[in-house]
């Protein structure tokens, strides 16, 4: 079993008290391609090199290079202040000064621990597949829970008529009809096309696709693969913030408009773009009624479905915001938030 | 600046189908201080200049004195506005564009001037600007917070990796709105803008520097602690130098250092109320009320989360 310790000490991991069969390595945190991973069974930090903050950084990295590792932290000379902290940030083991030094790393300890990284990976997964389908038959759930993690095959290999999972993207500008009023009608068609070239670059780099769009409102399909619905969050959370220059530079509008996007994750029988009057889904009516009756100008509104995906960096950045048609809701915080200048 | 011959020629036949010789040693004038075209051709003064040979001579001098841009600026606005109270059209100005453009530059209707294309190299001085020349600019300057224990308590190539970084998403933000970063030192950084909406352009690249910063430290800094900076954005006339020492003489430079490092707090940038007046009223809402230090009056911004509309 080989146990890779994250510090900035030299040599620290070599006071640690090992079990036959536990290989020891340490070095600088896996921040660059130069740490090598490969074959590594649990990663721990030094808490006294890495504070929670790097940790988050160091994890949010991992997580862009798609590497998944069970991960703990340990502490030589003092305990941490508050370490159920680590645990709710998904670490799986925590090694205090006395086990450090005194006791030492068994077998067993790091099989516990791994098999605790194991279950919270397992309920994660599960917990997201129960919310994904509230209103599905028990079958297609149970289904669902023992099939591997779904990969999609390629925007070719998709066929019409098939049910697929999908994220949902959603973006909007709220008021469109007092916009239109205003602008005159040529000018709110080039509003459209600008906000179509500028939305179109959030969503392409995983594969996105930009499936119904009406007037400035737009609903594209992201594969339902974590990775890449993490980067549309991200993505999103950018473009709010940076909303108020688009707004000014690239939409050339005089006053602030609003905007809004929700995403939500579900099955629905694939159509290609334009050919989408017939698609009967329960999770094209939640986007559309998540997108137009709840989620607010300023936000980025989330299902339970797709919270999981919050890069974990960003994560302070979310709020819990009550339950809609059965799902639990997160939201973004707002940027700009008035009174605060 | 060197032209293609066919340029040259237009804009030789541009020069004396619009103008008499008497207006074209005006412009000369104009152009290049205490100009005297008898010194220049070597025609003595009792004998007159045609308007074909005051032409060529004042084409030959404003490309001796890399100042033909400015001369074919100078057609454009005495077009547009006339001169001394009379019009003068000017022809063949839209070949001369296209003549131009296939040198490289673009015309840019707000400022009134050309600017490089800035397709293949991206010069400091938008490949147009001379020594000496006087122009109305906003600065846009930032400064790292605690460089000093930043590199102090890191190792170098995090240092390394961290600060390339600021410098690609600065450079992003300020190339993106055609302007142009003109140094970078240990700790900071400063650069102009002076084509287009110049100061809202200027603010929105800070601005967009502090928002990239805000994900940056949250999800790729690779440092112990957050990248800061303090931003600041002011305008006024600078007199242009490819000497950074000789640039570093002119006012409104010294003004922007002492408004970063006094009135901006760290994660904040500060404008200064003369460029403030001139952006765009959708940014303006942005910025906190007027603040006055030493008779600099500022407006600053940072970015707030917060739960409320």
Redesign the interface.
């Known amino acids: 079993m080989i146990v890779y310790v994250a510090t900035e000490k030299d040599n620290s991991c070599l006071s640690i008290k090992t079990a036959k069969g536990v290989e020891l390595r340490s070095g600088p945190a896996p921040n660059h391609q130069t740490v090598d991973l490969s074959g590594v069974d649990i990663l721990y930090f030094d808490i006294e090199s890495y504070p929670l903050p790097a940790i988050r950084k160091v994890l949010s990295l991992l997580q862009r290079r798609e590497i998944t590792i069970p991960w703990g932290v340990l502490c030589k000379t003092q305990h941490a202040e508050d370490p159920a902290l680590f645990f709710q940030e998904g670490a799986c083991d925590y090694l205090g000064p006395s086990l450090v030094v005194e006791e030492g790393l068994s077998v067993r300890r790091l099989k516990r621990a791994l098999s605790l990284a194991a279950y919270l990976s397992r309920g994660k997964c599960s917990e997201i597949e129960e919310e994904e389908m509230p209103a599905t038959s028990g079958n297609e759930g149970e289904q669902k829970k023992s099939s591997p993690p779904y990969r999609f095959p390629g925007w070719q290999k998709i066929q019409v008529g098939r049910t697929y999972p999908f994220y949902l993207v959603y973006v909007t500008l709220d008021q469109q009809d007092h916009i239109k009023e205003s602008l005159g009608d040529s000018r709110f068609q080039e509003l459209r096309s600008a906000l179509h070239r500028l939305l179109t670059p959030l969503v392409s780099p995983v594969d996105g696709l930009l499936w119904m769009q009406r007037n400035c409102s737009f609903l594209f399909l992201v594969p339902y693969e974590e990775r890449r619905i993490s980067r549309v969050i991200e993505q999103l959370l950018r473009f709010f913030l940076n909303f108020p220059l688009i707004t000014c530079e690239e939409l050339h509008l005089d006053r602030p408009v609003g905007l809004i996007a929700a995403i939500h994750g579900g099955e629905l029988p694939f159509a290609p773009p334009g050919q989408t009057g017939s698609v009967i889904s329960e999770a094209v009516n939640f986007i559309h009624h998540l997108g137009m009756k709840r989620a607010e100008v300023g936000r980025l509104t989330l299902s339970a479905p797709v919270a999981s995906a919050i890069p974990a960096t960003l994560g302070s950045l979310f709020v819990s915001a009550g339950t809609f048609e059965g799902y639990a809701l997160t939201q973004s915080v707002r940027f700009f938030p008035e009174g605060n200048k | 600046m060197k032209i293609k011959s066919a340029l040259a020629s237009l804009s030789v036949r541009v020069l004396y189908e619009s103008f008499n010789a008497e207006m074209l040693v005006r412009i000369g004038k104009l152009l290049i201080p205490g100009y005297d075209i008898h010194a220049r051709s070597g025609i003595p003064e009792n004998i007159p200049i045609t308007a074909q040979t005051a032409a060529s001579q004042l084409l030959k001098d404003v490309l001796v004195e890399g100042r033909y841009l400015q001369l074919i600026e100078l057609l454009l606005r005495i077009n547009r506005e006339g001169f001394m109270g009379r019009e003068y059209p000017v022809c063949y100005l839209r070949e001369l564009l296209k003549g131009i453009a296939a040198e490289g530059y673009l015309y840019d209707s707000t400022s009134g001037l050309f600017m490089e294309r800035g397709e293949g190299q991206i010069t400091p001085h938008w490949g147009r600007l001379i020594e000496g020349e006087e122009l109305q600019f906003v600065l846009f300057r930032l400064d790292i917070v605690q460089n000093s224990l930043i590199v102090r308590d890191n190792?170098k190539?995090?240092v390394d990796q961290a600060y390339g970084e600021l410098r690609e998403i600065v450079h992003k933000a300020v190339y993106k709105?055609m302007g142009r970063v003109w140094a970078w030192e240990g700790d900071g950084a400063i650069g102009a803008f002076l084509f287009g909406n110049k100061h809202?352009a200027a603010v929105?690249a800070a601005?967009?520097v502090l928002?990239?910063l805000?994900?940056y430290n949250?999800?790729?800094?690779?440092l112990?602690r957050p990248l800061q900076l303090r931003l600041a954005v002011h305008g006024g006339p600078l007199k242009y130098s490819f000497y950074s020492d000789e640039l570093k003489r002119n006012e409104v430079i010294r003004e922007i250092g002492e408004i970063e490092a006094s009135c901006a707090k760290p994660d904040t940038l500060v404008v200064s109320e003369n460029v403030f007046m001139d952006v765009?009223?959708?940014?303006q809402?942005?910025?906190?009320?007027l603040a006055s230090w030493k008779g600099y009056k500022t407006r600053s911004y940072s970015?707030?989360?917060?739960?409320?509309?």
């Open positions: 190792p190539e995090r709105r809202t929105c601005m967009e928002h990239e805000f994900f949250r999800l790729s800094n690779p112990d765009d009223r959708i940014i809402d942005l910025f906190g009320p970015v707030r989360v917060g739960e409320s509309r």
